[in-house]
């Protein structure tokens, strides 16, 4: 498996997140992390970002309805 290269912490600021936050999203996803410096595996990054994508989708789905 290929690392993303990424943070937990990265991507907490890439996505306007909190790191408690992508934590909570590793825990519900099944990820391991050991703190917010842990570099993540390519597969759970990817499906770190589809969650949050996700997420804005169905908010921005709920403002324009």
Do not use: W
């Not at 909570?24 to 917010?36: M, R, V």
């Not at 804005?56 to 309805?65: G, K, L, Y």
Request: charged residues 30%.
């Amino acid at each position: 498996m290929g690392f993303a290269d990424v943070s937990i912490a990265e991507l907490a600021a890439d996505y306007n997140l909190t790191v408690e936050e992508v934590f909570s999203l590793c825990e519900q996803l099944g990820i391991a992390y050991k703190s917010s410096k842990t570099r993540l595996p390519l597969e759970d990054a990817k499906a770190i970002i589809s969650h949050i994508k996700e997420k804005e989708t169905d908010s921005q789905t709920e403002t324009s309805t």
